[in-house]
């Protein structure tokens, strides 16, 4: 992530052009103890909170990644890497990963795809759009554990909404257990996810959607592009900033699915939807091996970074911004 | 032939979302052998039942209640806990507060689960494990980034004269705040408090890791419970009654502040 952008937003900045003006108070906490006084002790209680409850576990987590710890105190050994090593030769750690970049791609695309869409309709004008803004987001706002338990009656073999779906039609897989079945379980579990999803992302690119200014759509028509074609050649490009912001946050939020694929299939059947995050929590709390989950959990945040940075790397540039610069050369 | 289509592509759209939630609902008035043999009948007669079983005999009032004395608990420590570094930090800017914004900035990059074993141990260490103020601290600090990252935006649109003429009419720093920006920032600390109320309603994977014993369940973990010990007693008419109290006052909260959210999700994510 750019550190800039990061770090001086623009209201940021004027605050500190603010800070270098004569009325700034921090050259009065010069002449005035009490300031400093001030500004420490509002800023206790958050920092206090945050160093022990966030900043401080998250310390140790890289630290107890190289210990092998069965949870009592005086039975922790150091023991560097080797907690790295194992993982590395760990089947079920590889099949877990295997999922959940299985979970990236397909489930990610997936999403992206019915987001467009969605966006699409959110932008358009009339009054079935009134209420689809409002109750676009309803899935999301949800609690993971009514999504997944609400897909669990969904996909349920004797009464699921699904088989009685395919039952009306009468339909092949009428009776099927999509959860129970090694081959479709990641599936079915992905698809939960995106119904969940899509509303949030949907959001994102109707904003990206709607900042595309009027002439390039105008230009576009004009030059006889429609539908699908104006879509590829000139929507997509200039979506390029909402691209990336979705991507990279749709990536780590799909790396840290937890609760769906715990509640709904607890990574069963025979470890079909095993992910990292629910091989973790096996190995944490149910073998007591906490060195190891917590190498895990590096690992998972690893994973996070290095994908999060290849989506930077691909969709980083501005392609209009090139354009430009062409444009007033010639 | 175009409208038709478009009607047609729209109403599946509202079809897909609210569907399974209107099958949810539907289902929660039904007796539990309804739900079976004939999942798309109307219930005749409607069934309330479900709502006093899953509410008294499943536990889930009890959750409930847990469930409301934890978020009420966070808010009631975030809020100004959170409004008062946001506010240092978006005015009083001194050496290191760029670090320190950055700093709680940064906590929103990193997944709970890096910390899960490390907590767990923390809060055996420090007896809070399996307590409600336990949960209730955890909870702030976990909410303490986004909180800071909105509220010192909204601190910064504040125009500074209000400050400064407070500050020459004899208010001095707590009295300028408490007095003159706090009221000013009530729109912010609003929809922070409304999306962070949200939040942890929903929140399980903390609760399920530092809350095991049930007295303790919040309502995820209620209706987590209510799920597994209902595949074997298969009441499925209390645990679809207890998905709909779940979600009915989030979904209330929501739709009163729908804007005020979809603005804020945005910001969250465009800082990205």
Aim: hydrophobic fraction near 55%.
């Amino acid at each position: 992530m750019d550190k800039d952008s990061i770090r001086f937003s623009p209201a940021e900045q004027t605050a500190l052009k603010r800070a270098d003006s004569h009325k700034n108070p921090r050259r009065k906490s010069k002449r005035n103890p009490g300031r400093s006084m001030f500004i420490a002790l509002y800023l206790a209680p958050a920092l206090i909170l945050y160093a022990v409850f966030v900043v401080w576990p998250l310390i140790q987590a890289f630290q107890f990644s190289m210990y092998r710890w069965s949870g009592l105190s005086n039975q922790s050994t150091m023991i560097g890497l080797d907690n790295f090593r194992a993982l590395a030769h760990d089947d079920h750690f590889w099949n877990a990963l295997k999922h959940n970049i299985w979970l990236e791609i397909v489930i990610g695309v997936l999403v992206v795809i019915l987001s467009l869409v969605v966006a699409h309709a959110l932008i358009a004008k009339g009054s079935s759009v009134k209420w689809l803004r409002g109750v676009i987001l309803f899935p999301q706002m949800m609690s993971l554990i009514v999504v997944a338990i609400l897909w669990m009656f969904i996909y349920n073999p004797q009464f699921g909404l699904l088989n009685a779906i395919f039952g009306a039609l009468h339909m092949p897989g009428d009776q099927k257990t999509w959860l129970g079945k090694p081959d479709t379980a990641l599936a079915a579990v992905g698809i939960a996810f995106a119904w969940y999803a899509v509303g949030f992302y949907a959001m994102l690119f109707a904003a990206g959607l709607s900042g595309i200014p009027a002439e390039v759509n105008e230009a576009a028509e004009l030059d006889g592009a429609v539908g699908l074609q104006k879509f590829f050649k000139v929507t997509w490009a200039n979506l390029w900033a909402m691209k990336r912001i979705v991507a990279v946050h749709l990536t780590i939020t799909v790396l840290n699915v937890f609760v769906l694929v715990f509640i709904m299939t607890s990574g069963g059947p025979d470890r079909a939807t095993d992910v990292l995050l629910t091989y973790l929590y096996e190995r944490a709390f149910t073998d007591s091996n906490f060195g190891y989950a917590t190498a895990i959990a590096v690992a998972n945040f690893a994973v996070a970074m290095v994908l999060t940075l290849i989506i930077l790397k691909a969709i980083g540039r501005d392609p209009t911004e090139a354009r430009d610069f062409k444009r007033l050369k010639t | 032939m175009n409208k038709a289509l478009r009607q047609t592509a729209f109403a599946l759209l509202y079809i897909s979302i609210l569907g399974p939630m209107l099958w949810m609902f539907i289902s929660s008035i039904k007796p539990g052998y309804e739900i079976v043999s004939s999942p798309w009948s109307l219930p005749n007669p409607v069934h309330l039942i479900n709502y006093s079983k899953a509410w008294n005999e499943n536990g889930l009032g009890h959750a409930f209640t847990n469930s409301i004395l934890i978020c009420v608990g966070a808010l009631i420590i975030l809020l100004p806990a959170g409004a008062m570094a946001a506010y240092v930090l978006a005015r009083y800017p001194f050496k290191g507060s760029q670090i320190i914004f950055g700093t709680f900035l940064g906590g929103m990059m990193f997944p709970f689960f890096l910390v899960m074993v490390p907590l767990f141990f923390l809060m055996t260490q420090i007896h809070l494990f399996d307590t409600k103020i336990g949960l209730i601290l955890v909870y702030v600090g976990f909410s303490l980034s986004f909180t800071v990252f909105v509220l010192t935006g909204f601190f910064q649109t504040l125009p500074n004269e209000l400050a400064e003429a407070a500050m020459l009419d004899g208010c001095n720093d707590h009295a300028t705040f408490w007095k003159v920006m706090l009221p000013l920032a009530k729109p912010g600390i609003l929809v922070v408090g409304v999306f962070n109320a949200i939040g942890l309603w929903n929140e399980y994977g903390l609760a399920l890791v530092l809350m095991p014993s049930p007295q303790n369940r919040t309502l995820p973990l209620g209706i987590a419970n209510l799920a597994s010990t209902q595949q074997y007693g298969s009441d499925w008419g209390a645990l679809f009654a207890g998905l709909v109290i779940a979600v009915v006052p989030v979904l209330a909260v929501y739709w009163l502040f729908r804007n005020e959210i979809h603005r804020t999700m945005m910001a969250g994510a465009l800082k990205g």
